[in-house]
C-alpha cells in the first residue's frame, strides 16, 4: 500500500490504518515509492490488532517491484535496468534480510510498469492492482498478471494479491 508519501497514494498513514481497522485486515504491507520515509510512522498508529510489515516499491527504469520485510529505514536501490543485469543483487540483498520480493503490476500500462526482468528470483507475482472488475486497462493487466501467477508452471510462483486505498 501506497501513502501520501508516494505519487498516486490519497491517504495519509493514519487514514490507511483507520481503513485496515475498518475491514478488518490483520496486516498491512507499506511499500513506498523508493523511499523509507514512513517507516517511522507507524508505530504510532498501529497496536496488537495490526501489524505493519515495512517494504518499498523497487521504481526501476524496467519494472516495479516491492521488496516486503525490510528493516526500518532500508532503501533498496533502484537506480538500474535490465540491461544493467544487477537485479538478483538486489533480490538477494532482500532475501538475506529475511524478505520477500514481488513482481509487481507486471502487465501496468505506462513507461517502466511492464516488468521486464525474468519472473526467477521473485516469490510472489503480483496479480491484482486496482479494481479487479472495471471497465480501466488495469482489468486486462490483472488478468494478465493472474494467467502468470496460476499458470507459470513453476509451483513456487504463487499468486499475490494487492489492492488500492480507494475505490476509483
Do not use: K
Request: overall charge negative.
Amino acid at each position: 500500500m501506497h501513502t501520501v508519501s508516494s505519487h498516486g497514494g490519497v491517504l495519509t498513514p493514519a487514514e490507511l490504518v483507520a481503513g485496515a481497522r475498518a475491514a478488518g485486515l490483520d496486516f498491512l504491507a507499506i511499500t513506498e515509492h523508493n523511499t523509507a520515509e514512513t517507516h517511522g510512522t507507524w508505530s504510532r498508529h498501529v497496536g496488537d490488532d495490526l501489524l505493519v510489515i515495512l517494504g518499498q516499491e523497487v521504481v526501476t527504469r524496467t519494472g516495479h517491484w516491492l521488496a516486503l520485510g525490510l528493516r526500518p529505514g532500508q532503501v533498496v536501490d533502484w537506480r538500474y535496468g535490465v540491461r544493467d543485469n544487477v537485479i538478483d543483487l538486489h533480490l538477494d540483498e532482500v532475501h538475506r534480510a529475511g524478505g520477500l520480493c514481488v513482481a509487481a503490476h507486471p502487465y501496468a500500462p505506462y513507461t517502466s510498469g511492464t516488468l521486464m526482468y525474468p519472473y526467477q528470483g521473485f516469490d510472489v507475482v503480483e496479480v491484482w492492482n486496482g479494481q479487479w472488475s472495471s471497465n480501466v486497462p488495469w482489468q486486462a493487466d490483472n488478468e494478465a498478471a493472474h494467467r502468470v501467477g496460476t499458470h507459470s508452471g513453476r509451483g513456487d510462483l504463487p499468486g499475490a494479491v494487492a489492492a488500492c486505498g480507494r475505490e476509483q
